[in-house]
């Protein structure tokens, strides 16, 4: 059996889909603890629907959830935009940036949280200063 491959674009509008799933749930459950007084079925006291109550309450969800799908679609652009094509110089490693070219550290450092330490891998250290590596 083949294992369908997710592109990021499915993938984005499935979490999206999700989001809004979610929140949908969250109104319905709203309107019918209203409507079928779910409180009072699980021994709490009796109370008449409230529908402005319910309509506020749903206007808060539906605005939190319009607000978390924004933000997750910037987020998912920018993890789109990292996991793009990248021109890397074969040689000394730079990145071509429209005519400028980089160093990796830089650009990923401008894109991204990412931190930079360097150190020397047991090849480099043999090959570069005749020494083993200790770890």
Not at 56 to 82: N, P, T, W
Not at 127 to 132: K, R, S, T, V
Request: proline share 2%.
């Amino acid at each position: 059996m083949e294992k369908k491959k997710l592109t990021n674009g499915k993938i984005t509008k499935r979490l999206i889909m999700y989001e809004w799933i979610g929140f949908g749930v969250i109104i319905l459950l709203i309107w019918a603890s209203e409507v079928f007084d779910i409180p009072h079925m699980v021994g709490g006291q009796a109370t008449p629907i409230n529908w402005l109550e319910a309509s506020i309450d749903s206007s808060f969800v539906l605005a939190l959830g319009s607000f978390v799908i924004f933000e997750s679609r910037q987020c998912l652009k920018r993890i789109k935009h990292l996991e793009g094509f990248l021109r890397v110089c074969t040689f000394c490693k730079r990145i071509r940036v429209g005519n400028e070219w980089i160093p990796i550290e830089q650009y990923i450092q401008a894109h991204s949280e990412t931190e930079f330490s360097h150190g020397l891998c047991s090849q480099c250290m043999e090959e570069h200063y005749g020494m083993a590596a200790v770890d």
